[in-house]
């Protein structure tokens, strides 16, 4: 069947990109264009790509260190009345990759190279696995872990959703250029936001290495085997619900609706966006330049800082 061998559409990395870009773009069609944007059209391209990718680097990563911390409080009881001699310096580490984890992640990710962060967040991640060699520090972890997301939901965007974006960056000179405009269009993100869980695009994304291990395992069939994914990853992605989430339906609107949607209206907004690094480029630091001139503060942008969109769209 054509929904279970998804094709990701050309000039997008990820299933979680297209969806977010996705999301993005209804909430701006539903917006009348904000004054500085008005004579050029274009620009809304750049600008629903650098919102989206703001809003897929907050929604389940932001909480990663946050998790992390949780399990190792959680479980510490656990493991301080056993006495482990390599639990103290193990604890000890981890403590210092957190505290280098949450220091570079308050910085944008326009200001610090991603494999930087993703090494941290692997270091933070690494260490409560390590301590979880018992049943009962298992057990322990993983109600810490539903208690976590119990309290938070990753498809909210509350209202200081983007208050530690960088003064620079398109939400926070918005903000400050169309305060009325921006309030209306972050409302609209809200309510959009709200209807789906981000982690869908994760599981279209790990598709097509859950066929393959369906096809390994002859006695598990591929619903079971994308059970068990959902399974494994409910903590990590906060996705808790009372039943399993329909794959086959999330990959036909996907597929049939929303990237198609989505790419007609890349190529009609701004030809060449999609597929053309330099068109790419020349319409990002257009936006950058016209919000910019456009800000009643005039921040200037910081030497060496590369839109993150840039390389997100093109030939994959």
């Known amino acids: 069947m054509a929904l279970l061998h998804l094709v990701l559409p050309k000039g997008f990395n990820s299933w979680t990109q297209v969806l977010t870009d996705w999301a993005v773009s209804r909430v701006w069609l539903a917006a009348r264009s904000p004054g500085c944007l008005a004579d050029r059209p274009e620009l809304a391209a750049p600008f629903v790509t650098e919102i989206s990718a703001a809003i897929r680097h907050r929604q389940i990563p932001r909480w990663a260190g946050c998790l992390a911390l949780m399990e190792a409080q959680a479980t510490d009881p656990v493991f301080n009345p056993a006495g482990s001699p390599t639990y103290a310096p193990l604890r000890s580490e981890m403590g210092s990759a957190q505290g280098s984890f949450f220091s570079a992640g308050r910085v944008t990710h326009g200001q610090v190279e991603a494999p930087v962060l993703a ?7 690494h260490r409560p696995a390590n301590c979880e060699s018992t049943p009962a520090a298992r057990q ?11 309290e938070r939901d990753p498809r909210v965007i509350t209202d200081t959703y983007f208050a530690d974006e960088p003064p620079h960056a398109p939400a ?3 903000a400050r250029i169309h305060p009325p405009w921006w309030g209306a269009f972050h409302l ?11 982690a869908e695009g ?26 068990r994914w959902w399974q ?7 996705w808790y619900c009372k039943k399993e989430p329909h794959y086959r339906m999330i990959a036909g609107r996907a597929a049939k609706q929303k990237a198609p949607k989505l790419i007609h209206w890349l190529d009609r907004t701004a030809p060449g966006y999609r597929l053309d690094q330099s068109v790419r480029v020349a319409l990002h630091a257009e936006l950058a330049e016209r919000l910019r001139a456009s800000d009643p503060h005039s921040v200037a942008i ?7 969109p840039w390389g997100e769209h093109g030939p994959n």
Do not use: I
Not at 207 to 226: D, F, M
């Open 302 to 308: 910081p030497s060496g800082v590369t839109a993150l």
């Open 232 to 238: 494994d990853h409910q903590g990590r992605l906060g």
């Open 202 to 227: 994760h599981l279209l994304d790990a598709l097509p290495e859950v066929r393959r291990q369906a096809g390994k395992r002859s006695k598990l069939t591929l619903e079971a085997t994308v059970s």
């Open 140 to 150: 322990v972890a993983r109600d810490a872990v539903q208690a976590f997301w119990q």
């Open 172 to 174: 926070a000179r918005m």
């Open 119 to 125: 090494r941290l967040r692997g270091r933070v991640e």
């Open 188 to 198: 609209r993100l809200q309510k959009s936001f709200r209807k789906g869980h981000p």
